[in-house]
Each structure stands twice: as structure tokens, then as C-alpha cells.
């Protein structure tokens, strides 16, 4: 019963080297997202899908990226790690329908030096 | 745009006292309620949900109502354990049907003394 699964759970990296954050899940969800969450400040947005080949900008999308080329997979990108992306990571699903709560994963906990 | 609003942290109370953590909120028309719990080292899990005006959610002995007239959605619970010991956030789905993601508040840092 896995749900969303996320690794690495922690991460180190230094100034200018990227990284990929793996998101898997399996409920066959069309809804998968990206939040950061970092101290005192709540879930920031960073980017959302719809559906396979479909994704969108949230609310803080600079300086990452994703893809989505299946329902199971939702990878978010760091190209160039800045001490400001230093933070947890959550990714979240959701099925279909206006009302359905998000299922989040465990998170990653990243910190950039 | 969208924002929710909650009491600030922590809060620190004892086993068995009367909790409410308040949270108000800014959308355009009619947004989904939600209050999510974060155990420590863990993701977070939907608490309970109210869709529209006068619904109640209730889960695990939590309660909350969701007040149009106040744009309110405070969570209560009438006996605290220490178990209950955790963030609890106050988020919401905006009307337009969700694909978006969701708005959150800042987290309330919720503390029971036994």
C-alpha cells in the first residue's frame, strides 16, 4: 500500500549542482503537484499536472523543472542549486474531482551549501 | 488571489483541555475546506474536509464547520491526548475546481503536556 513514494528522503548538495527529486505513486492518479515547505511558512506551490504531458507553474516555479511523461512518475529538477532552494520538498496526488483531498508523500529534505 | 489565515504557534496545552485553532480565509466563490495534520519526520494527512456552508468535518474526534457569513473554518476538539501533538494546517481549493493545488496557512505547532 505505497501510496506516494519519494526519494531520497535527504539530500545534501553544493552551490551550482543539480538534482532530481523522485515522485512515484500508485494510485493512478491524474493529479500530482510539488510543494515546498519551508519554516514557519507553510506549502508554497512549485509546479502541478494534470495528466501525463501536461504541466504547470505554481506559485514559486524558478529555478526548477519537471516532466510527466506517465501517470506513475512526477520528477521535479534542480538545475543550479541556490542556498534559497534549501527546504522540504512534498509531492502530493489527487484524483479526479473538485473535492478530492491531496495524498502527500513523506517528503525530501533538501539542503544546499 | 486566495489566502488562508491561522493562529500563530505554538500552542501549548494539556491532556484533556478544550482545543480550537482559529483560521479564516480569502477566496472567490464558494472554495473547498481542509485541515491537514503533519506528524513529525512525515508528509501530511487530511484531518477532515467541509465542500460548502454549514458542513461540518469531523475525524479522530475534531471537529470543524465551515462558516460562509465569518469565512471561518477553526478546528476544535473537546478533549486533547498527547498523541495529538503535531502542525496542523488550515488549507483550501479554490472554486475553480482545484487542478491548481491547494492554499495553505502557515501551520499552527500544536504541543499536549500529559
Known amino acids: 500500500n505505497a501510496g506516494v513514494t519519494q526519494t531520497p528522503k535527504f539530500r545534501i548538495l553544493k552551490i551550482g549542482q543539480s538534482m532530481t527529486l523522485q515522485c512515484a505513486q500508485d494510485?493512478?492518479?491524474?493529479?500530482m503537484y510539488w510543494y515546498r515547505q519551508d519554516p514557519g511558512m507553510g506549502l508554497k506551490l512549485i509546479y502541478y499536472s494534470v495528466g501525463a504531458g501536461i504541466t504547470d507553474k505554481g506559485e514559486v516555479p524558478n529555478g526548477y523543472n519537471v516532466s510527466r511523461s506517465t501517470t506513475e512518475y512526477f520528477p521535479l529538477r534542480l538545475e543550479l542549486a541556490a542556498p534559497s532552494q534549501t527546504s522540504v520538498y512534498f509531492c502530493?496526488?489527487?484524483?479526479?474531482?473538485?473535492?478530492?483531498?491531496?495524498?502527500f508523500g513523506d517528503g525530501t529534505r533538501l539542503s544546499i551549501l | 488571489g486566495d489566502s488562508v489565515t491561522q493562529m500563530e504557534g505554538p500552542v501549548t496545552l494539556s491532556e484533556e483541555a478544550f482545543l480550537t485553532i482559529n483560521c479564516t480565509y480569502t477566496?472567490?466563490?464558494?472554495?473547498?475546506l481542509f485541515w491537514y495534520v503533519q506528524y513529525p519526520g512525515e508528509g501530511l494527512q487530511l484531518l477532515l474536509k467541509a465542500t460548502k456552508a454549514d458542513d461540518k468535518g469531523s475525524n479522530k474526534g475534531f471537529e470543524a464547520t465551515y462558516r460562509k457569513e465569518t469565512t471561518s473554518f477553526h478546528l476544535e476538539k473537546g478533549s486533547v491526548q498527547v498523541s495529538d501533538s503535531a502542525v496542523y494546517f488550515c488549507a483550501l481549493v479554490g472554486s475553480g475546481g482545484g487542478a491548481d493545488g491547494l492554499t495553505f496557512g502557515k501551520g499552527t505547532h500544536l504541543i499536549i503536556q500529559p
Open positions: 502530493a496526488t489527487k484524483g479526479q474531482g473538485a473535492n478530492q483531498p491531496q495524498h
Open positions: 494510485m493512478n492518479h491524474n493529479y
Open positions: 477566496a472567490t466563490g464558494y472554495p473547498s
